[in-house]
């Protein structure tokens, strides 16, 4: 009996099952005559009608956002002022979370007495991305008052993780004042608060003492020892 060889028997199909699969692909990549080519883009023609018919989509609105946020910059004061006015309308009726994150971001740094009040009301929001985007803003704004915020969305807040952003939030803006919370989440009965607050407490005292969290516990019992320029009791106070 003949038998094919090593070489005819490699060249039968059955011997290549993938073979229909290769040649499926071939043929879309070529442009069959008889099967139009799938296109994952749209032209520009396409993306105008259907924001006409629909609206911008979530996509599009932030992107928008942040264009409109660095024009805003440009414009001065002035400008600065119209894009929080714009932000705090938009804002309350805006249904999609991840629009109203990008629009926090948006006027995280933006210095009017408008875009403040933007950020304390989006501590407040029941989505807890958002809060948690709240927190990112203020973080950037920096200062007492934001401390302020943070540590209060840490004490009060139900999510664990908008919790945690808030202690991250903390250590970034690397004030002191922050020392009193941090402290006290040390004494959290959940690890991962524990861990968030000592990397945090590295970021504000600028010391690395490992991650044991009772090492921790000395240090911000006496930070500065009895030379301190301020005591953990009285910017305690002063923060509640």
Same mark, same amino acid.
């Given at each position: 009996?003949?038998?094919?060889?090593?070489?005819?028997?490699?060249?039968?199909?059955?011997?290549?099952?993938?073979?229909?699969?290769?040649?499926?692909?071939?043929?879309?990549?070529?442009?069959?005559?008889?099967?139009?080519?799938?296109?994952?883009?749209?032209?520009?023609?396409?993306?105008?009608?259907?924001?006409?018919?629909?609206?911008?989509?979530?996509?599009?609105?932030?992107?928008?956002?942040?264009?409109?946020?660095?024009?805003?910059?440009?414009?001065?004061?002035?400008?600065?002022?119209?894009?929080?006015?714009?932000?705090?309308?938009?804002?309350?009726?805006?249904?999609?979370?991840?629009?109203?994150?990008?629009?926090?971001?948006?006027?995280?740094?933006?210095?009017?007495?408008?875009?403040?009040?933007?950020?304390?009301?989006?501590?407040?929001?029941?989505?807890?991305? &958002? !809060?948690?985007? @709240?927190?990112?803003?203020?973080?950037?704004? %920096?200062?007492?008052? /934001? $401390?302020?915020? =943070? #540590?209060?969305?840490?004490?009060?807040?139900?999510?664990?993780? &908008? !919790?945690?952003? @808030?202690?991250?939030?903390?250590?970034?803006? %690397?004030?002191?004042? /922050? $020392?009193?919370? =941090? #402290?006290?989440?040390?004494?959290?009965?959940?690890?991962?608060?524990?861990?968030?607050?000592?990397?945090?407490?590295?970021?504000?005292? %600028?010391?690395?003492?490992?991650?044991?969290?009772?090492?921790?516990?000395?240090?911000?019992?006496?930070?500065?020892?009895?030379?301190?320029?301020?005591?953990?009791?009285?910017?305690?106070?002063?923060?509640?």
């Amino acid at each position: 009996m003949n038998r094919p060889s090593p070489a005819a028997s490699a060249c039968h199909p059955a011997a290549r099952p993938w073979l229909p699969l290769v040649a499926c692909l071939a043929c879309c990549l070529a442009g069959c005559a008889t099967w139009a080519p799938w296109a994952p883009w749209k032209s520009q023609e396409q993306v105008a009608k259907e924001r006409q018919q629909y609206g911008a989509t979530a996509d599009q609105r932030i992107k928008e956002l942040a264009e409109k946020s660095e024009a805003a910059k440009q414009a001065g004061a002035a400008g600065q002022e119209r894009f929080a006015e714009e932000i705090a309308a938009a804002m309350v009726a805006e249904h999609d979370a991840r629009v109203r994150c990008a629009m926090l971001d948006a006027v995280a740094e933006n210095p009017t007495a408008l875009a403040v009040a933007i950020c304390k009301g989006a501590m407040q929001d029941p989505d807890p991305r &958002v !809060r948690m985007a @709240a927190c990112s803003a203020w973080a950037k704004r %920096g200062g007492e008052e /934001a $401390v302020q915020m =943070l #540590a209060a969305r840490y004490q009060t807040d139900t999510e664990l993780d &908008v !919790r945690l952003r @808030a202690l991250r939030c903390l250590g970034e803006i %690397g004030d002191s004042k /922050a $020392v009193p919370v =941090l #402290a006290k989440a040390l004494e959290d009965s959940d690890p991962a608060v524990q861990y968030r607050a000592v990397a945090a407490l590295k970021k504000v005292s %600028g010391r690395d003492l490992g991650d044991d969290v009772n090492k921790w516990r000395e240090w911000a019992a006496d930070p500065e020892g009895s030379a301190a320029d301020w005591s953990i009791a009285e910017t305690f106070r002063k923060l509640f």
